[in-house]
Nanobody, 112 residues
Framework: QVQLVESGGGLVQPGGSLRLTCAAS????????MFWYRRTPGKERELLAS????????IWANSVKGRFTASRDNAKNTIFLQMNSLSPEDTAVYYC?????WGQGTQVTVSP
């Protein structure tokens, strides 16, 4: 059974940083491309980043380029999203994804 469990969200002040983690299980993690998305109320789910098997990552959302980086640890079946210079516009629920499988999401709130 595929499980994706995000953690690391919370309340942070503008300009701050957070590191999200997604722990994966139930599938061959080291052979799977992984993704980070976010959803803001009233908006479509937004693709943020992909992390290939090799660890090569791509940031897809222009709004986070230069601020967010994605990585993975195949030995620990985990992916990460490092988020820097956060702004209130980054407030959202953040999800990790593999194929048709989604985690439950972790809330990130950026507020003074």
């Amino acid at each position: 059974q595929v499980q994706l469990v995000e953690s690391g969200g919370g309340l942070v002040q503008p300009g701050g940083s957070l590191r999200l983690t997604c722990a994966a299980s139930g599938f061959p993690f080291s052979t799977s491309t992984m993704f980070w998305y976010r959803r803001t109320p009233g908006k479509e789910r937004e693709l943020l980043a992909s992390i290939a098997l090799s660890g090569e990552s791509m940031i897809w959302a222009n709004s986070v380029k230069g601020r967010f980086t994605a990585s993975r640890d195949n030995a620990k079946n985990t992916i990460f999203l490092q988020m820097n210079s956060l702004s209130p516009e980054d407030t959202a629920v953040y999800y990790c994804n593999m194929g048709v499988h989604w985690g439950q999401g972790t809330q990130v709130t950026v507020s003074p």
